[in-house]
T-cell receptor
Framework: GAVVSQHPSRVICKSGTSVKIECRSLDFQATTMFWYRQFPKQSLMLMATSNEGSKATYEQGVEKDKFLINHASLTLSTLTVTSAHPEDSSFYIC???????????FGQGTRLTVV | QKEVEQNSGPLSVPEGAIASLNCTYSDRGSQSFFWYRQYSGKSPELIMSIYSNGDKEDGRFTAQLNKASQYVSLLIRDSQPSDSATYLCAVRSDYKLSFGAGTTVTVRA
């Protein structure tokens, strides 16, 4: 399958600071990237969908001003958690696909801990 | 009603046995169905995809789809300790993938 690289794998930050997470498709061009959040023992919850060159579409209940998504190229999307708080501590996972009806491949995930 | 429902488990099976996982979904218009395996602390990895009614086999894994009943299942034959993980059912409607909560499988050696 295609390779999606997510960085960093773990990050600890202080409350009130911002954290940027990168998601790269290494061997394909990703027209669409998805950002998920997963709390312990829960399933993946879609936060937003981003298409290259356009604004992200956020799911209901996800604050777009807090979770900034940029998909500036066909191989890179970033998620910035602004003014992070302890309740933002979670496992953030990106996925990418090449077209509408193709499979999505997941990055390794980022464990964010806000202290 | 949740979009994708799975029994949370845990499902415990002895090594060599068959593990049977079930999933139901609410959107009748869904067209694509996936099973992912997720080890603790890791991101999901795709193990099966199925798009049409019937069975699809890949090695020790068999996925079954019944669109009329809005039901998807996964069978793991000859279960191995390395199969111990959480299995997520995912259903695609429009452009979005919706995930079930996952079934935790433990294979006893």
């Amino acid at each position: 399958g295609a390779v999606v690289s997510q960085h960093p794998s773990r990050v600890i930050c202080k409350s009130g600071t911002s954290v940027k997470i990168e998601c790269r498709s290494l061997d394909f061009q990703a027209t669409t990237m998805f950002w998920y959040r997963q709390f312990p023992k829960q399933s993946l919850m879609l936060m937003a969908t981003s298409n290259e060159g356009s604004k992200a579409t956020y799911e209901q209940g996800v604050e777009k001003d807090k979770f900034l998504i940029n998909h500036a190229s066909l191989t890179l999307s970033t998620l910035t958690v602004t003014s992070a708080h302890p309740e933002d501590s979670s496992f953030y996972i990106c996925s990418a696909r090449t077209g509408t009806n193709t499979e999505a491949f997941f990055g390794q995930g980022t464990r964010l801990t806000v202290v | 009603q949740k979009e994708v429902e799975q029994n949370s488990g845990p499902l415990s099976v002895p090594e060599g046995a068959i593990a049977s996982l079930n999933c139901t979904y609410s959107d009748r218009g869904s067209q694509s169905f996936f099973w992912y395996r997720q080890y603790s602390g890791k991101s999901p990895e795709l193990i099966m995809s199925i798009y049409s009614n019937g069975d699809k086999e890949d090695g020790r894994f068999t996925a079954q789809l019944n669109k009329a009943s809005q039901y998807v299942s996964l069978l793991i034959r000859d279960s191995q300790p390395s199969d111990s993980a959480t299995y997520l059912c995912a259903v695609r409607s429009d452009y979005k993938l919706s995930f079930g909560a996952g079934t935790t499988v433990t294979v006893r050696a």
